[in-house]
């Protein structure tokens, strides 16, 4: 047995969901002589814009019952679309009982995800649960051979185009990949399915995983020259870079969406209560070199470039609110690879539009940083699934372990040190003041070796021109997880820091304790711990 170069299509049957481009590529089949076989809302349409349509109920001479829940489920149509027509037996069987072939299967769901998003009630999104459809996508996908299936309105022009070219039929390479793309759509389908029913019984890791994704874009190469890679868009994806607008700019490459990524989600952390504040951030290679809050967006970037402005060049700049003329005429100084904002004002996307290279992307709106979800991590052999670190330390939870207790502007720059660790690869060490960094320590394997890396750039940017000079002098420090030893602690505090900000939990707990208070320094523990790796 072998499937035919090309098929002739006779018979159609639509049934869908989202009626895009429906009309016009009925119209196309019906001017090829196709007889069209239909149900519900799809057959409506087709007869209101005068085309030819049989209802399926009519075709199979059973009626639809159960509120519409059985009606393509007969033997007249998945006999007529999983026949093989080089196979005597079943063309003996069609003839038997009177199925007629359909060759064309145009069918997409009950629209479940959206249903979902809505906030439908639960009964609601059962009911949104499409079975026939599935079926027959399925049916057609698998007889492939002979039948052609489309369950994407995007991929009508490629077979009308076919139908053209070959006088009515379509060529095997076409069924091949409309049939892959077919049983992906099943697939992305019952993965929406069953992680909404898994989550309705309170099930964060369910025995068997499945998930989907939609690609994007696939892009140049990947983190590599050497690398392929692309961008997969979630289910109900949070707003971030996968969803943002490109204003302008050069194509986006796998390491520009990796930084972007890590931008976005740090400004976020500043849209909270108690934090909720104009605040950038600007990222290198995933770490942030700089990160500030202010009163205006234009300072709060002035203040995040000082920190670093040497790893700046070439960085990724996310803001949190509205990008502003003014904003964008300070960021149009520097060289930078991305901006990422919520919205961007006329003024100044007309500033940057002048920086031709500069990727501008919009989101229309924050991710919100509370919302949890999930992230992964490859693995020979498998992955790492893990809920998102959402974790947040208010004042109220702060311990104080130190004999000096720190002054309510200490509280508030440990609070903004220990969110902005949070974002940084571990070991990481944060120094702040006033709102902003001032130096950043990330990814070393020791703790003392990131408080020493950490100071030495708060050093350099303070010999910067228009910088303070004060480098990390009066500023606080953030670690993201306990100090081990009080070398680190005692770098901290030759660099000038006042206050520490730690998870604490180490068995050098009391030596560490004993260290900052021989040094005259306020510490608290938070019993969190922020590892990033």
């Not at 009626?19 to 087709?46: C, M, R």
């Not at 720190?406 to 903004?416: K, N, R, T, V």
Request: with cysteine.
């Amino acid at each position: 047995m072998s499937a035919a170069e090309t098929v002739s299509i006779q018979r159609a049957l639509i049934s869908v969901s989202d009626k895009t481009g429906l009309v016009d590529f009925a119209q196309s089949l019906a001017g090829h002589g196709i007889e069209i076989l239909s149900t519900g809302g799809s057959a409506k349409a087709l007869r209101e814009a005068g085309v030819a349509v049989t209802e399926v109920s009519d075709h199979t001479g059973f009626p639809e019952i159960m509120g519409g829940r059985v009606k393509t489920l007969h033997p007249k149509i998945h006999g007529g679309i999983l026949a093989r027509r080089d196979e005597d037996s079943h063309r003996a069987a069609m003839d038997a009982h009177d199925i007629a072939p359909i060759d064309l299967v145009v069918v997409n769901l009950y629209p479940f995800e959206a249903t979902l998003a809505a906030g439908a009630d639960f009964a609601t999104c059962v009911e949104n649960i499409d079975i026939g459809g599935p079926a027959m996508v399925r049916a057609a996908a698998k007889n492939h051979d002979f039948v052609t299936v489309v369950t994407d309105p995007a991929d009508y022009a490629a077979v009308t185009a076919e139908l053209s070219a070959h006088g009515g039929a379509t060529g095997l390479a076409l069924r091949r990949r409309l049939a892959a793309a077919a049983y992906a759509h099943t697939a992305s389908y019952d993965a929406a399915i069953a992680g909404w029913l898994a989550s309705e019984q309170g099930e964060t890791f369910p025995d068997r995983l499945v998930m989907a994704g939609r690609r994007q874009q696939v892009l140049r190469y990947g983190e590599n020259p050497h690398q392929d890679a692309a961008v997969y868009a979630g289910v109900n994806s949070r707003p971030g870079v996968v969803s943002a607008e490109q204003l302008q700019g050069k194509e986006l490459s796998y390491n520009n969406l990796n930084d972007t990524d890590a931008a976005f989600e740090l400004v976020a952390e500043f849209t909270l209560p108690g934090f909720d504040r104009p605040a950038v951030a600007i990222i290198k290679h995933a770490n942030p070199c700089g990160v500030a809050m202010a009163d205006t967006l234009t300072e709060a970037y002035r203040r995040a470039l000082a920190c670093d402005p040497v790893s700046a060049f070439g960085g990724i700049i996310a803001v949190n609110r509205p990008l502003d003329a003014q904003t964008a005429g300070e960021i149009g100084k520097l060289f930078a690879e991305v901006v990422i904002a919520p919205t961007i004002e006329p003024a100044a996307r007309e500033i940057l539009a002048e920086k031709k290279n500069l990727r501008l992307l919009v989101t229309g709106a924050m991710p919100d940083a509370a919302a949890g979800g999930m992230t992964m991590k490859s693995l020979a052999g498998g992955f790492l699934l893990q809920t998102r670190d959402d974790g947040r330390i208010d004042a109220g939870a702060l311990k104080i372990v130190s004999k000096r207790t720190p002054s309510a502007a200490e509280i508030a720059d440990m609070l903004f040190a220990f969110r902005v660790a949070k974002h940084v690869k571990s070991n990481a060490i944060v120094y702040a003041r006033d709102g902003a960094t001032v130096g950043i320590g990330a990814g070393q394997m020791s703790r003392v070796d990131s408080a020493r890396i950490a100071a030495w750039k708060a050093r350099e940017a303070s010999g910067v021109a228009g910088a303070d000079g004060r480098g990390a002098d009066g500023s606080v420090v953030a670690s993201d997880a306990f100090f081990p030893f009080a070398d680190g602690l005692m770098a901290a505090v030759e660099a000038g820091a006042t206050a520490v900000i730690q998870p604490g939990g180490s068995v050098r707990d009391s030596e560490v304790i004993a260290a900052a208070d021989a040094a005259g320094i306020a510490m608290v523990f938070t019993g969190m711990r922020h590892f990033r790796h």
